[in-house]
């Protein structure tokens, strides 16, 4: 709760927890109506103490999100009061003139429906301005953020739920005001809807790839329905065991129970890397319902040594090699050297679906290292083989963080049974393929903001001269 003005911008606060102060959210969310009192009274008090132009409120993206926000609240039958109308106009006026094309992505969209929404909303010359200068954005930016799998191009599965809802925002508006909009906004929404039924977990929520939290965007069974009512669906094919997303460079693998997803993309467009997480090869699997090996998510964001813990290669279900990133990720949004993939390969066999990618992240160092991964998944087993290619002698950690309630027991040095650690039950047995030990070790995993859940995670060390082969088996039948 805000007791006071000065908590519209506390300095002691992470600014992501001040902008969503300034998004007014909550005007929009399930039994809003039942608070439409208190609401008005909230927006007379951001009026009152948040001048125009003064403090975090005003930055571009809460003043885009906050503008579409009032006015989805304004269509839903609330009055907005005449102070808040003008300020309306306002806001309108000091977005058209800040447009964020320093950052480009899901940030210049947001202020793109922004300027749409606000144009349809006032009549006259400056609101056509305002819808005809949105319109061009969109025009320009859609066609290369929505790739031609469907995945946005910042390749993080929270930020393409926002860009879906985002779309079908548009299309919604445009259908509430009897006004045509371009068609490939409907082909883009189907697109979408694919990749996320494609790139979503057995208990329907998405996969933690670069930055990803719960509760941030609509759950995708949420934007589903969403877009059903419009009466947008995406091709209703059965599932394949094997779908290779390649433009954005993920794949996903199915057999049994078992649903893993794989990342052989890049960290997000060369210009656009302020999401990328080093997670370059990592993966994510479920057995039925249950997630098994996890990425680490996202609790924070900003500067600070946890952002940087969270975004590194040793917070992702891949290989460290010398204990460094495979992608150099600094500061809370920047990435400078980053790993490319250099070669992919998806083939299936006799109820054998198998990918193959290999990574140049790692060759800067002495005997230019390079990490070849294979995932073989089967019903009932899962391999995964590292070869580790280049000279010289490293280290190499092949890391599997655990999701939270699963605990690791150790067998013996080369193998772990993990159980539930409520009921007890067996999950599955993590074996190597040699005397390499398994280190069982404390983390914690991030599924929302603010938010750090104790965890396990099990570490293989390799030691030796390059180049080297591991291979590390997961089991879930006959326990």
Same mark, same amino acid.
């Given at each position: ?12 606060? !992470? ?10 959210? !909550?005007?929009?969310a ?10 008005? *009274? ?8 948040? @001048? ?40 309108? $006026? ?37 819808? %005809? ?26 930020y ?15 259908q ?11 082909e883009?929404? $189907? ?11 057995? !208990?329907?929520?998405?996969a933690?790839?670069?930055?990803a ?6 759950a ?6 969403? *877009?059903? %009512? ?8 059965i ?13 996903r693998?199915a ?15 060369d210009?656009? @890397?302020?999401? *990328? ?18 990425n ?8 600070? !040594?946890? $952002? ?36 992919t390969?998806?083939w ?13 992240g ?10 070849? $991964? ?8 899962? %391999? ?15 890391i599997?963080?655990l ?43 991030? @599924? ?6 104790? *965890?396990w ?23």
């Amino acid at each position: 709760m805000i007791s006071d003005a000065e908590h519209w911008n506390d300095s002691t606060k !992470d600014k992501l927890w001040l902008y969503h102060l300034h998004y007014f959210d !909550d005007l929009n969310a399930e039994g809003a109506a039942r608070r439409s009192s208190w609401h008005e *009274a909230l927006m007379e008090r951001w009026l009152n103490e948040n @001048p125009p132009g003064c403090g975090v409120g005003w930055e571009p993206y809460p003043t885009s999100l906050r503008i579409v926000n009032w006015i989805k609240w304004a269509f839903s039958g609330c009055s907005m009061s005449s102070s808040a109308l003008s300020s309306l106009a306002v806001q309108a $006026r000091w977005l058209r003139r800040r447009l964020e094309y320093h950052l480009l992505g899901n940030h210049l969209l947001a202020n793109a429906k922004a300027l749409v929404f606000v144009g349809l909303f006032f009549a006259g010359d400056e609101g056509l301005c305002w819808y %005809r200068k949105g319109m061009a954005l969109l025009a320009r930016e859609l066609p290369e953020q929505v790739m031609a799998d469907g995945g946005h191009f910042e390749r993080s599965p929270m930020y393409h739920q926002i860009v879906l809802e985002d779309l079908l925002d548009l299309i919604n508006l445009h259908q509430a005001c009897n006004l045509e909009y371009p068609f490939q906004w409907l082909e883009a929404a $189907r697109r979408m809807l694919r990749w996320s039924r494609l790139m979503r977990h057995p !208990d329907g929520e998405i996969a933690f790839f670069n930055d990803a939290a719960f509760g941030v965007a609509p759950a995708p069974r949420q934007v589903d329905a969403y *877009a059903r %009512r419009m009466g947008i669906t995406c091709k209703e094919e059965i599932l394949s065991p094997l779908c290779h997303l390649a433009a954005s460079g993920y794949v996903r693998l199915a057999a049994g129970k078992a649903v893993l997803l794989a990342d052989m993309a890049p960290v997000g467009p060369d210009y656009l @890397p302020g999401h *990328a997480h080093a997670d370059t090869l990592s993966f994510e699997l479920s057995l039925g319902t249950q997630r098994v090996v996890v990425n680490g998510g996202t609790s924070v964001y900003g500067n600070g !040594d946890e $952002r940087l813990r969270q975004r590194s290669t040793s917070s992702h279900a891949t290989v460290v090699v010398d204990g460094k990133n495979s992608s150099e990720v600094w500061g809370g949004f920047r990435v400078a050297r980053r790993a490319r993939i250099i070669k992919t390969k998806v083939w299936n066999e006799e109820n054998l679906y198998c990918v193959a990618a290999a990574h140049d992240g790692y060759r800067y160092l002495c005997g230019s290292p390079v990490h070849w $991964r294979t995932w073989l998944l089967k019903d009932g087993e899962l %391999r995964i083989k590292d070869e580790l290619l280049g000279k010289g002698v490293h280290q190499a950690e092949i890391i599997f963080p655990l999701a939270p309630g699963l605990l690791p027991e150790a067998e013996n040095g080369n193998r772990v049974l993990v159980v539930d650690e409520q009921g007890g039950g067996r999950i599955c047995r993590l074996q190597t393929d040699s005397c390499t030990n398994i280190t069982v070790e404390r983390t914690t995993w991030h @599924p929302r903001f603010g938010e750090a859940v104790a *965890a396990w995670r099990l570490r293989l060390i390799l030691y030796g001269e390059f180049p080297l082969f591991h291979q590390t088996v997961l089991r879930w039948e006959d326990l």
